[in-house]
């Protein structure tokens, strides 16, 4: 059974750093490819957990490891700042005062066109020129700030001024 336990921690390890490296997209956004992935990896990785025991109590020790530890990194991850980066990733700037940062788009795998369409998907914002700032979030998911009549005016009349 110990050997079952250190398997386990092992495979959780490297499917989380597996996961964490593949990028961030929110459960719904989950292409089929992705979704035949991840089925593939869980098959995949049974038996590295398990081994030759295909028993019950093989399966169940090897799920409530992964329970245990999955409550264990969940418990540190709201301790630590440090574990919380490292497990989930921090914020990503996408676009800044309704200019594309594409070096950012780019390091993500994020086209200019899923851009766009989270940015439609937030109603009032017609364009990239009405956006102050689009992050993409830990969670995969996309937050935008539209420009105010004062920030677009300002930055309007610097613009004018340097002609």
Known sequence: MIEIVGRTLVVYAA???????GGRREL?????FDLVVILLVANA???????ADTTLQGGLVAAATLLVVNAGVAR?????VRVRHLVEGVPVVLVQHGEIVAANLQHEGITEEEVVAAV?????IGDLSQVELAVLETDGS??????????QRSRRRLRQRRR
Do not use: C, K, Y
């Open 142 to 151: 996309v937050s935008v700030v539209p420009m105010t009549a004062n920030v």
């Open 45 to 51: 990785v049974q038996n590295a957990m398990v081994g």
């Open 15 to 21: 499917v989380l750093i597996g996961l964490r490296l």
């Open 28 to 32: 719904g956004q989950l292409t089929p």
């Open 76 to 80: 540190l991850r709201l301790r630590s």
């Open 120 to 124: 439609r998907e937030h109603g009032e």
